[in-house]
C-alpha cells in the first residue's frame, strides 16, 4: 500500500510538471509581443501580476500533490482549469499587442480566485 501511494505521488509530481512545462512551452509561441504566461516584463505590470499569480497557484497544486492532499483527480481537474486562465490571457494579449486591458485582468483574476478557493477546498476536504 505504501508503496503504491508513493508511485501516485511521483506520477501525479510528474504529470503537474509536465502541464507546467506544457504551458510554458506554449507560451513561448505566443505571436504578442514576446509577454505572455510565464514571461515577466517590466513594461506589462498587468500581465505581471496575472503570470505570478498563476505561478503561485502552480506550487500551491504541487504542494498539494506532494503532501498527499489532493488526489490525481482533483489535480487533473485544477490543472485543466489553470490551462483555461493561460489560454485565456494568450487570447487576450495577441487582441492588444502583448498586453491585457484592465476588464482583461479583472475577468482573468476572477477565475483564479474561484480555482484558488478550489484549491484550498481540495486541500483541506479530507
Same mark, same amino acid.
Given at each position: 500500500?505504501?508503496?503504491?501511494?508513493?508511485?501516485?505521488?511521483?506520477?501525479?509530481?510528474?504529470?503537474?510538471?509536465?502541464?507546467?512545462?506544457?504551458?510554458?512551452?506554449?507560451?513561448?509561441?505566443?505571436?504578442?509581443?514576446?509577454?505572455?504566461?510565464?514571461?515577466?516584463?517590466?513594461?506589462?505590470?498587468?500581465?505581471?501580476?496575472?503570470?505570478?499569480?498563476?505561478?503561485?497557484?502552480?506550487?500551491?497544486?504541487?504542494?498539494?500533490?506532494?503532501?498527499? $492532499?489532493?488526489? +490525481?483527480?482533483?489535480?487533473?481537474? &485544477?490543472? #485543466?482549469? /489553470?490551462?483555461?486562465?493561460? @489560454? *485565456?490571457? =494568450? $487570447?487576450?494579449? +495577441?487582441?492588444?499587442?502583448?498586453? &491585457?486591458? #484592465?476588464? /482583461?485582468?479583472?475577468?482573468? @483574476? *476572477?477565475? =483564479?480566485?474561484?480555482?484558488?478557493?478550489?484549491?484550498?477546498?481540495?486541500?483541506?476536504?479530507?
Amino acid at each position: 500500500m505504501h508503496m503504491n501511494n508513493t508511485f501516485t505521488k511521483s506520477l501525479l509530481a510528474l504529470a503537474v510538471g509536465g502541464l507546467m512545462l506544457a504551458g510554458s512551452a506554449s507560451a513561448q509561441t505566443s505571436t504578442t509581443s514576446g509577454a505572455g504566461p510565464g514571461v515577466v516584463d517590466p513594461g506589462h505590470p498587468r500581465v505581471n501580476e496575472v503570470n505570478k499569480r498563476e505561478q503561485n497557484q502552480q506550487k500551491r497544486i504541487a504542494n498539494g500533490v506532494n503532501s498527499g $492532499k489532493l488526489s +490525481a483527480p482533483q489535480t487533473a481537474n &485544477l490543472e #485543466k482549469r /489553470e490551462a483555461s486562465v493561460q @489560454n *485565456r490571457e =494568450q $487570447k487576450d494579449m +495577441a487582441k492588444n499587442n502583448g498586453h &491585457l486591458t #484592465k476588464a /482583461e485582468q479583472k475577468g482573468i @483574476n *476572477r477565475q =483564479q480566485n474561484r480555482i484558488s478557493k478550489n484549491i484550498y477546498k481540495d486541500k483541506h476536504s479530507q
